[in-house]
């Protein structure tokens, strides 16, 4: 092996590393923050099960009461009343089946 000293110095730490490494850790810091679910465990299932059963009975309450209503003025009570119900239904199972696709909130 040679005795002789390299004509240059090994290069220490560049501030422009250290700089990059801070951004990307602030980065990682912020995604994490921006990906993490807002409301966590059994209080976000509570509260999609409290909003299905929500969607179905206003669904069937709000088409039983306009289908009677719409009957009990045009004089078609039952037939009415039927669709109104199978209205309410389609409606409630739309929203449900909408409301489950999206991710907790």
Known sequence: MSDEKPGREPIGEDARIDALEERLRAAREREEKRNAPKVKGADASYKAGSRALADLVGGLLGGAVVGWTIGWFTGTNPWALLVGL??????????????????PE
């Open 86 to 103: 199978f209205l309410g239904i389609v409606v409630a199972f739309r929203n449900i089946i909408r409301n489950s696709s999206r991710p």
